[in-house]
């Protein structure tokens, strides 16, 4: 019979830490979005004076402008004018799942953040989260790659000099204050929507992230090349399959020497959940974490990572985009009348 090794004393502050980092990145958000709302709104009421600085993180809720200008750069070398914090903030996403897994989803995506808390409250609510078959489960998997397919063949069908020229039509300038208005003024039946998606979070663990977020999708295609995964001691584990009920994503974690999915966002619930300390690590081939709670530490790096990246384009002078105050004078107000 295996040994069972005892359950450490030390607290397990993994996913303390994590819920840290989520709201500190949930407060970044609110803070940019509140300094674009008004920034908005200067140009809408015809604000007189100097205008607010355009808060440039908010490009980062503009993934299709951070895929076409990052094609623009890699086939030019020169760093887009129009949204650049969009390029950017997308390589930064794509360096951290290709170092760290896919933690940007679990760690630092608002919606991934409130996709969980929407089906915790579900567990709380019905007493357990539902799971779909296996096999619709796998062909609902497969729509965020369709998704993901259709953006990246969009990116792919169109040039670098066509790129520039629609990043600088009205409808590419305005990107975001077009989202922000499909919030500011959401129609009946995409509230609908909305609220059926939500309901469907609280029922089914990361309904969007699982099986239709096509930006989920690229991270995890890139995390499988990640040197950092989940790890399973076959000395240690004794079999219990805490970790397995534990992951989001159903993941036979006790059955696995170590985890190799695209759906595996790094959360460390599995870790958290485990009672036998070294049964478990998020770690490289040779180099382990040094406790359960340590392991959190290698995720902390991807915070730090996402604040190098920009800090680096805002030192280089390339972080704000290049388009006139007049210009956006002249467009925000008639926002909502122009069109692709």
Not at 155 to 183: E, T, Y
Not at 230 to 252: E, K, M, Q, W
Not at 317 to 332: E, M, S
Request: with cysteine.
């Amino acid at each position: 019979m295996k040994e069972i090794s005892p359950v450490s004393a030390t607290p397990n502050r993994t996913q303390k830490i994590r819920t840290a980092i989520q709201y500190f990145f949930i407060l970044i958000n609110i803070y940019i979005g509140t300094q674009f709302y008004f920034w908005v709104r200067f140009f809408e009421t015809r604000g007189v004076g100097t205008p607010p600085v355009r808060p440039a993180g908010v490009d980062g809720w503009l993934p299709i402008a951070g895929l076409l200008n990052l094609k623009y750069f890699l086939t030019t070398g020169r760093v887009p004018s129009v949204h650049p914090a969009a390029m950017f903030l997308l390589v930064a996403f794509l360096t951290i799942s290709l170092l760290l897994k896919k933690s940007f989803c679990s760690w630092l995506c608002p919606i991934g953040t409130l996709s969980e808390h929407l089906w915790r409250l579900g567990q709380r609510v019905f007493g357990k989260s539902f799971r779909l078959p296996v096999w619709p489960d796998r062909i609902l998997k497969g729509s965020k790659y369709l998704l993901l397919g259709f953006t990246l063949s969009l990116a792919g069908s169109m040039s670098a000099s066509g790129i520039d020229i629609f990043m600088h039509q009205p409808f590419g300038i305005l990107a975001d204050v077009k989202m922000l208005n499909f919030f500011r003024h959401i129609g009946e039946k995409t509230l609908e929507g909305l609220a059926l998606l939500a309901f469907l979070s609280v029922v089914i663990p990361n309904f969007w992230c699982t099986y239709l977020c096509p930006y989920g999708a690229l991270m995890g295609i890139v995390s499988l090349a990640s040197p950092m995964k989940i790890r399973r001691n076959a000395n240690v584990c004794t079999g219990c399959g805490r970790c397995t009920r534990a992951c989001p994503a159903r993941l036979p974690v006790d059955r696995s020497s170590k985890i190799i999915s695209a759906e595996c966002t790094a959360c460390l619930r599995c870790l958290s959940t485990c009672p036998h300390p070294g049964a478990l690590n998020f770690s490289l081939r040779i180099v382990r974490a040094p406790s359960r709670s340590g392991n959190a530490v290698w995720i902390f790096a991807s915070l730090l990572l996402l604040l190098a990246i920009p800090i680096f384009a805002g030192v280089s002078h390339h972080w704000q985009g290049d388009v006139p105050d007049a210009v956006y004078r002249d467009l925000v107000p008639m926002a909502d009348q122009v069109g692709h």
